[in-house]
């Protein structure tokens, strides 16, 4: 080999070792896509509650990360569940939440987060049944919450038997083993809130708090409140 081939490699090499550098140094510092907005205030008639539907799903099966846990929102207009987990919502009114709860559970790593907070009446129900908290010790566990900080609401989302074959392609149909659970509360005033689970369920991620936890649309969205 020549000098002026070696020297080619060298820099070659050096240039590859840059690029992945910089490519690691970026998708650490990227939070990913923030997810387009659902409009739950067009054609809302004041005074009036918005029924909000998710579902939280053990793998969103498609996108570029397929294998991570992910809510996912039904669209007001199409029916159709969609990965869009920001809402655009009016200022205080009641939300009535249903969220189709498709993946298993574990026990929790703060019982705290097993109490239903925030909610109106503090209260949800679990398929039906009316729960104010929920021991993640015990049963299926406990396999996200669906948390709104700003105003301190929190609802612990129990999982479901781990040995059935659960849903690994969102959207999730009503013949995949799921829970449903529901619960109210009522936005603040106009304001732009985050919410979040709380569980830290980004397995594979360092102490499951990285990758859907950690990155906008999977485990966290926002209330775009008008
Ligand atoms: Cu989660």
């Not at 205030?41 to 793998?59: E, K």
């Not at 919450?145 to 929190?154: E, H, N």
């Not at 074959?165 to 829970?179: E, K």
Request: aromatic fraction near 12%; include cysteine.
């Amino acid at each position: 080999m020549s000098v002026s081939q070696r020297l080619g490699t060298v820099v070659v090499l050096f240039l590859v070792a840059v690029g992945l550098i910089l490519w690691s140094v970026n998708s650490f510092l990227t939070p990913g896509t923030p997810g387009g907005v659902v409009n739950f205030t067009s054609g809302h008639a004041s005074g009036q509650p918005v029924n909000l539907t998710v579902q939280t799903v053990g793998s969103i099966g498609f996108g570029p990360h397929p294998t991570w846990v992910s809510y996912m929102t039904k669209d007001p207009t199409t029916g159709k569940f969609i990965h869009d987990n920001t809402w655009q919502l009016p200022a205080h009114t009641v939300v009535n939440v249903t969220v189709y709860q498709y993946d298993s559970g574990s026990p929790l790593r703060n019982q705290e987060w097993g109490q239903v907070q925030g909610t109106i009446g503090n209260t949800a129900t679990l398929n039906g049944k009316p729960y104010s908290f929920y021991n993640s010790n015990t049963g299926n566990g406990v396999g996200h919450t669906f948390a709104i900080p700003a105003i301190g609401v929190s609802v612990p989302l129990v999982g479901v038997n781990g040995s059935l074959t659960l849903c690994g392609q969102a959207p999730c149909g009503t013949n995949n083993p799921h829970n449903v659970i529901t619960f109210s509360f009522r936005t603040p005033g106009p304001g732009s809130y985050n919410w979040q689970c709380f569980v830290p369920c980004g397995l594979g991620y360092l102490y499951g708090n990285g990758g859907p936890m950690s990155t906008q649309n999977y485990m966290g969205g926002f209330l775009e409140v008008r």
